[in-house]
């Protein structure tokens, strides 16, 4: 078994793409039956073959209350591992419900900051999902993050949920988890620009740190001062303070004999 | 009491009142007199009553007898479909999760059936995503220790990447469990043990998965590990190696500016073969490669010249399906630029920085130069009149939560990790030194390692036997110290051995 396979099996993306394809344009062809042991109530019945919107079935919106009540709680580690759940089990993922799950949980990725994850989440989607007003929106905003793009960022965000505030918008629920959501994101969004910009900037001026936070003078600079930073007012620039986001290690407060038996150990082993 | 093996109600009851595991799974596995094939047939038939033998049986308490069930109805449900019923979905599901581990050991190469055959099936069906946290449960759960490397673990890391569903999950057994183990057993059915592709394409997926989730150190060393992986001697490496050699290029490219310098070990003959193929120019193009000729040469010449390079090719690395990495490449090659600036300036401007670069607009100059100091690639800091003045490595050792999050495992989950004091991190290290030592013990026991040493000679004594401090000559002279014979050394006293 010393030489090695003719070809390798298709492992890299544009050969998975198409053996995606290839497994979507069967999954139209589903056996019911197949249906998991999942949380959601999913019995054995067969689906209905075009099935109308809402079902009384679909574990997407079986599976939302929790969804947002994990999302009240901030509990975003559990509402990942819920959403991911669901996105697995669920037997028809081409339907639009899939929303009511997908869109929290690439919400908890920003919010944790996990880029990468996110953007795979995106790119697994069907294309008339992606297509949604919702989830181009969504896709916007987790563009402008990657890239960094501060005012975009906040400018996505705002459009995200007027978006859901228009009265077109059908799932109150769901525009009220959006809303708590986009707002837990930027807030963390913005405590993690405030470490990074003390770290990076020696002084700023003042339109530059708007656009950072996207916030006005009047909400911005009481902020600033709280946390230390100094304010020249004629000529508008603002100077950071270094602060430590977590300091290194805390000298043990005493050391005792216990510590140093344990230390001389460690000391002996390494001679070994 | 002549137990019948030749029914399935004869198994059926012996599964459920058999006492001593071993003894059925002895049972289980020879077929008799009647051969192999037929066995499975029984094994997936249903009982006389036409009850469904899956219904009689405990899935976690007679794992051994489901074991053998449903992964012969499984298969002959797929190979042959003649009239077996297939085991219901539900079922199967419930078993991979509450399967007990200890009876699945007995007869390992079941379970690697159950898997194939499931994952196939899912396929078949149109839903391979079901599949993926089955193989989860079956790979994490099956062996003792998660290092260790199932010939499950590659189907898993397939059918992740193929229903395109990477989950955290995945990422943090990958990250946090990397493999240190095989799980070797010997059995009657040979393709189901652990092979040596399965290692390769392991590591290979494995750096695949890290490389999209972003986790560039990881997939470096999972390449690595499936590039370096040795071959039975005079034999070539495989194609899978190759690829995973340039994946790996283009990754250390992206993340640490540069090729790095590749194990001893590795295979002269995939660095032969790379020289020759488009990449090479293209890492040599790199800015932070040694080989970069635009060193203090013009600016953004060496951008362009990359961006040259990879349209000339651009169809080439399509075909390679590595066309994604490269453009990433490109994008992150100003970068580099920037981070070898640091050596030489101490200030400098945006715009000039810009010109450096070749971007024009000092917004996303900003930008960049802000991605850098976040990601720590650089230690700098921006002022309003856009100086970047950039910064010496601090004297203390900058290290960040993260970094220590992974060495200390599991005992972090909780605790603030501020307030770690050096006895807890003292501790953190000493496990993983007790544990490299064991490892290190175990590779000097290993009688492959004790043949060659006493073949090469004297020459490696002092190399990795732990310090033992008397070398051992070509089995003639010894030195005075140690009372060893001339005969002692022969292979098969190796566990009898004292060293140092």
Redesign the interface.
């Known amino acids: 078994?010393?030489?090695?396979?003719?070809?390798?099996?298709?492992?890299?993306?544009?050969?998975?793409?198409d053996?995606?394809r290839m497994?979507?344009?069967?999954?139209?062809?589903?056996?019911a039956?197949?249906?998991?042991?999942s949380q959601s109530a999913s019995n054995?019945a067969p689906q209905p073959p075009p099935s109308p919107p809402i079902q009384l079935q679909d574990p997407y919106q079986l599976i939302f209350p929790r969804i947002a009540e994990l999302s009240s709680q901030k509990r975003w580690i559990e509402l990942?591992d819920i959403a991911?759940?669901t996105?697995?089990?669920a037997?028809n993922d081409q339907q639009l419900s899939r929303l009511f799950v997908i869109v929290p949980l690439i919400l908890a990725y920003l919010i944790q900051n996990?880029?990468?994850?996110a953007k795979?989440v995106l790119?697994?989607l069907p294309i008339d999902i992606r297509m949604s007003p919702l989830i181009s929106n969504l896709g916007s905003l987790t563009k402008a993050y990657s890239?960094?793009?501060?005012e975009q960022i906040y400018s996505k965000a705002n459009a995200l949920v007027n978006m859901v505030a228009q009265p077109e918008f059908q799932q109150p629920e769901l525009a009220q988890v959006i809303n708590a959501m986009v707002e837990c994101f930027l807030s963390s969004f913005r405590d993690r620009t405030f470490l990074?910009l003390s770290?990076?900037?020696?002084?700023?001026?003042l339109s530059?740190a708007e656009m950072y936070f996207g916030l006005g003078a009047d909400e911005l600079l009481p902020v600033a001062a709280r946390h230390g930073w100094a304010y020249d007012t004629s000529t508008k620039?603002l100077k950071p303070v270094p602060t430590n986001e977590?300091?290194?290690?805390?000298p043990?407060a005493a050391s005792s004999l216990a510590?140093f038996n344990?230390?001389a150990q460690?000391v002996s082993?390494l001679e070994? | 009491m002549a137990p019948d093996s030749q029914s399935i109600d004869g198994l059926v009851q012996q599964i459920t009142t058999s006492n001593n595991l071993e003894a059925l799974a002895h049972t289980l596995r020879t077929s008799g007199t009647s051969g192999r094939d037929v066995r499975e047939f029984i094994l997936a038939s249903s009982m006389s009553s036409g009850q469904d033998p899956l219904s009689v049986l405990d899935l976690r308490n007679n794992t051994l007898g489901v074991m053998y069930i449903l992964s012969a109805r499984l298969n002959i449900y797929l190979n042959a479909q003649s009239g077996v019923q297939r085991p219901?979905?539900?079922i199967v599901?419930?078993f991979c999760e509450i399967f007990d581990p200890e009876q699945a050991r007995l007869a390992p190469e079941r379970i690697v059936m159950l898997a194939k055959s499931l994952t196939r099936y899912a396929?078949e069906?149109?839903?391979?995503?079901?599949a993926?946290?089955l193989l989860y449960s079956l790979a994490t759960r099956l062996p003792i220790t998660l290092s260790t490397l199932t010939p499950i673990h590659h189907i898993l890391l397939?059918t992740t990447?193929?229903?395109?569903?990477?989950?955290?999950?995945i990422?943090r057994l990958l990250i946090e469990h990397p493999i240190d183990d095989l799980y070797m057993y010997s059995n009657i059915y040979p393709d189901h043990n652990l092979?040596?592709?399965d290692n390769l394409?392991y590591h290979?997926?494995g750096g695949?998965i890290l490389t999209?989730?972003?986790n560039y150190t990881a997939a470096i060393d999972y390449f690595e590990t499936a590039l370096t992986a040795p071959?039975?001697t005079n034999?070539?490496?495989?194609?899978?190696?190759l690829?995973a050699l340039k994946k790996l290029r283009l990754v250390q490219c992206i993340a640490m500016g540069g090729p790095q310098p590749l194990p001893k070990y590795t295979s002269p003959v995939l660095t032969r073969i790379l020289k020759s193929t488009p990449y090479q120019n293209l890492i040599n193009a790199f800015p932070g490669s040694l080989h970069a000729k635009d060193r203090g040469e013009g600016p953004s010449s060496g951008n362009n010249r990359l961006k040259q390079l990879v349209s000339k090719d651009r169809d080439f690395y399509?075909s390679?399906?590595?066309l994604?990495l490269v453009e990433l490449l490109v994008a992150e090659a100003p970068k580099w630029v920037i981070k070898r600036l640091t050596e030489t300036y101490v200030t400098l401007g945006l715009a000039e920085i810009g010109r450096y670069v070749g971007i024009d607009d000092e917004q996303q100059v900003r930008?960049l130069v802000?991605?850098m100091?976040?990601s720590k690639t650089i230690i700098?800091?921006?002022?309003?009149s856009g100086i970047v003045?950039f910064h010496d490595a601090p004297d203390?050792?900058?290290?960040?939560?993260e970094d220590i999050r992974t060495l200390l495992g599991d005992v972090a989950s909780g605790t603030n990790?501020?307030?770690?004091?050096?006895?807890v991190?003292?501790?953190a290290?000493?496990v993983q030194?007790t544990h490299l030592?064991q490892l290190d013990m175990e590779v000097g026991r290993s009688k492959e390692f004790i043949a060659k040493a006493i073949k090469t000679g004297g020459g490696i004594s002092s190399m990795s036997m732990?310090?033992p401090g008397s070398g051992f000559g070509p089995g003639g002279a010894f030195p005075d110290e140690d009372d060893y014979v001339a005969g002692m050394y022969a292979n098969d006293r190796e566990d009898t051995m004292v060293f140092g």
């Open positions: 078994m010393a030489n090695g396979p003719p070809t390798p099996p298709p492992t890299t993306d544009v050969e998975i793409q053996e995606a497994n979507d344009a069967s999954a139209l062809a589903v056996e039956s197949s249906d998991p042991a054995a990942i991911e759940m996105e697995i089990n037997s996990d880029l990468p994850i795979l790119e697994r890239a960094g793009a501060y990074l770290r990076a900037y020696t002084s700023m001026t530059l620039v977590t300091a290194s290690f805390f043990p510590d344990f230390i460690s082993l070994m | 219901p979905w539900a599901t419930q396929q069906q149109g839903k391979l995503k079901l993926i946290p397939l990447l193929q229903a395109r569903h990477i989950t955290p999950e990422t092979s040596y592709i394409v290979y997926l695949v999209k989730t972003g071959s039975t034999s070539p490496p495989a194609g899978l190696q690829e399509a390679e399906c590595n994604g930008a802000l991605k100091i976040e700098a800091t921006i002022s309003d003045t203390t050792a900058d290290v960040s939560v990790l501020t307030e770690i004091s050096v006895p991190l003292l501790e290290v000493q030194s030592a732990g310090g």
